[in-house]
């Protein structure tokens, strides 16, 4: 192998690991404030077919994904009005998301199926295409990349190092200790839920505008699932699920060489590669219980009400 | 306004939570529709009445309610014992697989052809929820998100399948397994018709779900299981063995919907079986309050949902995604409006937290 396919499966992996990590930190920012929403596999397709209807229309990619994180905090704002407003089943609820989300951009991302658009890396810099094959691939880690990268980095420190992190930790850990307190509890909740779903929007359009790009019906294709199991593998930590997201990237774009590499498997076995390492990640995670115990929001998943 | 908790649930808002959602979801529609550019009153029509026109389509009624119950039975158990089996659509899709193997293998050769080709269908759905059940016991791997992997997976083993080993040597390469022979076939139940014996079996885990859950022990135990892991770990009910039957159970169910769909109306192996039965068993089972009459009567409506998403396909030229966005809003509107069966409105000036 060399340099330029390493640096090349390099860069693949990252792309493939860029939305996962985008969703992923959204959910986890989510359910440290103790919401567990099921639903970001509906709110990635909505995002990936959103952001990538307004970039076909505005002509601009960046609108495309300001629309993609709209289309995501709205549905979660849907979520958190079902789930803290009126205290419905979280778990119900977000199934109920994927559910609506899966139908909504099937439905209205008919009428963009197949319609090929310039790539979000191509859009930054168009004038470069003529360069050495090096830098072309270093020129597909578009921004969104750099920006999943530095992400894990940003969540770590807000939640571990700020105020507000500090309180969002303790709305999750105990919402009723928080509440008598004077926090917010519900206002808190529904704001952490917001932000998850802009991310995961985020992190659909990346699919349809960077990593494609262009939109299909069903592409998040489980990605949305695989983010909420990476949630649980990193224990609730930013950089332990990045790490997790890059581990997925490499065993998605592997299984996409594997063929190139001469290892002799249907395209349809190799396709289940993901899920069955998804499986064996929450398998290795799950085992060690006192371990989630400790690093689980204590409050994940519980409605809170105040009384009265 | 603000929320106050009922001293008991509302045993009148649990029935009616269900009707007022299917209402809003029906108004939800019409603006979809109106949305898209075309006439809500027509394409309510579309979608509610007109299939139900004339006998065929009742037929195609109780086949399209059939998998729904059967999806829906197991995953309401579950979620009574507080299992959620969220990944029936895989275990249907390992039924049919199951059957299917042997149906192919045994061909024509007698009457316990059928028999077996169920039993077989039965045992792939049970031991896919299997796999979930081990996992989540040995290993503490929680069920959602290893059932739906799990789906992902046996929708992509189908799809290997059916361009692979089961193959039809003779299909001009489609991807497609060959006809199953006439003896591996479930029959119509009347003439002109595509409904077969599967509904009556659907229709059996109705009085069976019900007894199992409200008077035998057994059912107790699940719900106890569901409602208060510390009393039932106190009294001894194996949170274990609950996990284990609840899979099992739903697995097994969902995969015998699985195999009525090939050796019925389909007949053979193709890559997509289902039109989301599994997932929409899910809704079926909370829009049935996850009780049997409750479930027969939601899988009935949710069975027309899709028998009228494939008239607008056909009439209004509207996309079937348009059934899985009504379906998904029936789902939201219940789950608020389900708010009321434990929580009482109170209109007040005070302000709440947040």
């Not at chain 1, 850990?173 to 509440?179: F, L, N, Q, W």
Request: glycine share 12%; proline share 5%.
């Amino acid at each position: 192998m060399d340099e330029v396919m390493i640096v090349a499966l390099l860069v693949a992996t990252l792309r493939a690991a860029a939305p996962l990590i985008l969703a992923g930190l959204g959910e986890l920012v989510c359910e440290r404030a103790g919401v567990l929403n099921l639903g970001v596999e509906g709110m990635m397709l909505v995002g990936a077919m959103v952001g990538f209807a307004a970039t076909l229309t505005s002509g601009s990619v960046w609108l495309g994904l300001l629309a993609a994180m709209l289309a995501g905090a709205a549905m979660a704002g849907v979520f958190a009005v079902l789930t803290i407003g009126l205290a419905a089943n979280q778990v119900a609820s977000g199934l109920a998301l994927t559910i609506f989300g899966v139908g909504f951009s099937a439905l209205f991302g008919a009428p963009y199926q197949s319609h090929p658009i310039p790539g979000l890396a191509t859009v930054v810099f168009p004038h470069l295409s003529a360069a050495a094959p090096l830098v072309q691939q270093l020129l597909l880690i578009d921004p969104l990349v750099w920006l999943a990268l530095a992400a894990p980095f940003l969540a770590g420190r807000f939640l571990d190092r700020t105020r507000a992190g500090l309180i969002l930790r303790a709305v999750g850990e105990s919402a009723e200790v928080a509440h008598a307190l004077g926090y917010k509890v519900m206002r808190i909740r529904a704001l952490a839920t917001v932000f998850g779903g802009a991310m995961a929007g985020l992190g659909g359009a990346y699919l349809s505008l960077a990593y494609t790009p262009m939109w299909t019906e069903n592409m998040v294709s489980g990605r949305g699932w695989i983010a909420l199991a990476l949630v649980v593998f990193s224990t609730w930590k930013p950089l332990l699920l990045a790490l997790g997201a890059v581990l997925f990237g490499f065993v998605t774009i592997a299984g996409f060489q594997a063929e190139a590499w001469g290892i002799p498997l249907a395209p349809n076995l190799l396709a289940t590669l993901p899920y069955l390492a998804t499986i064996l990640v929450l398998v290795l995670i799950s085992r060690d219980t006192l371990r989630l115990k400790l690093n689980a929001p204590a409050a994940l998943g519980k409605p809170f009400h105040p009384a009265g | 306004m603000r929320l106050e908790r009922r001293a008991a649930a509302s045993a009148a808002m649990a029935v009616l939570a269900p009707v007022i959602a299917v209402m809003l979801a029906g108004l939800g529609a019409a603006a979809l529709f109106a949305a898209l550019g075309r006439d809500p009153l027509a394409c309510l029509y579309t979608l509610f009445i007109a299939p139900l026109a004339d006998g065929n389509g009742w037929s195609e009624l109780g086949l399209k309610a059939t998998p729904l119950l059967l999806c829906a039975m197991g995953i309401a158990v579950g979620v009574r014992a507080n299992v959620w089996n969220i990944g029936a659509e895989g275990q249907f899709t390992m039924g049919a697989i199951a059957g299917a193997a042997v149906a192919l293998g045994l061909g024509d050769a007698g009457w316990f052809v059928l028999p077996l080709v169920l039993v077989a269908g039965v045992a792939g759905g049970a031991a896919w929820g299997g796999v979930a059940a081990w996992l989540r016991t040995r290993c503490n791997a929680h069920e959602i998100l290893v059932t739906l992997m799990l789906s992902y997976v046996a929708i992509q083993i189908l799809g290997w399948l059916v361009r692979g080993p089961m193959q039809d040597p003779e299909g001009f390469n489609f991807p497609q397994s060959p006809m199953f022979a006439a003896s591996a076939m479930l029959a119509p139940l009347f003439e002109g018709g595509r409904v077969t014996g599967a509904l009556v079996l659907a229709l059996l885990t109705v009085p069976a779900g019900a007894v199992l859950l409200d008077r035998t022990v057994a059912g107790y135990r699940l719900r106890v299981v569901g409602l208060a892991p510390g009393a039932a770990r106190y009294a001894g009910f194996s949170e274990r063995r609950a996990v284990w039957f609840c899979l099992l159970l739903s697995g097994g169910l969902a995969g015998l919907a699985g195999v009525c769909e090939v050796a019925g109306p389909i007949g053979q192996l193709m890559p997509s079986i289902s039109p989301g039965y599994g997932f929409a068993g899910i809704i079926v089972a909370f829009l049935g309050r996850l009780r049997p009459v409750g479930i027969l009567f939601a899988a009935v409506l949710m069975a027309l949902l899709y028998l009228g998403g494939e008239s607008l396909q056909i009439t209004q030229q509207l996309p079937l995604a348009a059934t899985g966005v009504i379906q998904g809003m029936l789902l939201l509107f219940l789950l608020a409006a389900d708010v009321f069966t434990l929580f009482r409105p109170r209109f007040s000036r005070s302000h709440g937290d947040g």
